[in-house]
């Protein structure tokens, strides 16, 4: 895997959109960068309720291929995460509480359905903290 520079985790949307589409480095790369680094600091700071890893590089690879086709949505191969608020299919959302901690729904949220129809990739759900 490339390691990304630095500048990476503090460009716009337009920025890394650009340089997915100029290859600079792939929707894959972006969003295995993007996943460990929330994987590493998101415990630190309370931030990261579940990972999705998994989902999210399946994700990026559809993105690729759709980038390499010239059939990019606007927000082809941008990683996301969402509030553990909102529901992923057959996936904790425990709403930060921990009696509904075991607590999923089967089908994704509107805001999550919206976000993967955009091209977004999603790798993660946020703690609800203060």
Avoid: H
Avoid at 27 to 55: H, K, M
């Amino acid at each position: 895997m490339k390691d990304l520079s630095e500048d990476v985790f503090f460009s716009s949307i337009g920025e890394l959109s650009a340089r997915l589409k100029a290859r600079e480095f792939s929707a894959v790369e972006l969003a295995r960068a993007f996943s460990e680094r929330l994987e590493r600091l998101g415990p630190r700071y309370n931030a990261l309720a579940l990972s999705l890893r998994e989902r999210g590089l399946k994700s990026a690879k559809e993105s690729d291929d759709r980038l390499k086709r010239e059939r990019a949505r606007p927000l082809e191969g941008i990683p996301c995460a969402v509030k553990d608020l909102l529901s992923v299919a057959n996936r904790p959302t425990t709403w930060g509480a921990r009696p509904f901690a075991s607590q999923t729904f089967d089908y994704d949220a509107t805001a999550v359905t919206k976000l993967d129809k955009a091209g977004a990739v999603l790798i993660g759900k946020l703690a609800m903290i203060e």
